[in-house]
């Protein structure tokens, strides 16, 4: 199986920026599609950004134009650039996985479509 591990979280001010990142190991593993989702206390995970295997990206109508999604695929290292940041957007970030194994597609931003998830990081905007 994949291990995901996201860093680069902590506190920014409001309008500034953080880069996020995903590193993947394990033996054997592939992706179809990759993501970044956040999740706010006592809510659902939200999805972000997508990256498909071929390229093709989704965000969410929030994020758009302001964050960007992409990867390093000779370090498997999965990056979210995050710019003019909101006070709203405090919350701990996922990165995620899906690849054959997974049972269920819901669509790119829906959670249910992702089979390997990372601990989380968090970011904190401060107003």
Do not use: H
Not at 31 to 57: D, V
Not at 62 to 89: A, C, H, W
Request: charged share 15%.
């Amino acid at each position: 199986q994949v291990q995901l591990a996201e860093s680069g979280g902590g506190s920014v001010q409001v309008g500034g920026s953080l880069r996020l990142s995903c590193a993947a190991s394990g033996p054997g593993y592939s992706s179809y599609c990759q993501a970044w989702f956040r999740q706010r206390p006592g809510q659902e995970r939200e999805g972000i950004a997508t990256l498909a295997s071929g390229g093709a990206t989704t965000y969410a109508d929030s994020v758009k134009g302001r964050f960007s999604i992409s990867r390093d695929r000779r370090e498997d290292t999965l990056y979210l650039q995050m710019n003019s940041l909101k006070p709203e957007e405090t919350a701990m970030y996922y990165c995620a996985w899906r690849d054959v194994g997974a049972a269920i597609w819901a669509g790119y931003l829906a959670a249910q479509s992702y089979n390997y998830w990372g601990q989380g990081t968090q970011v904190t905007v401060s107003s």
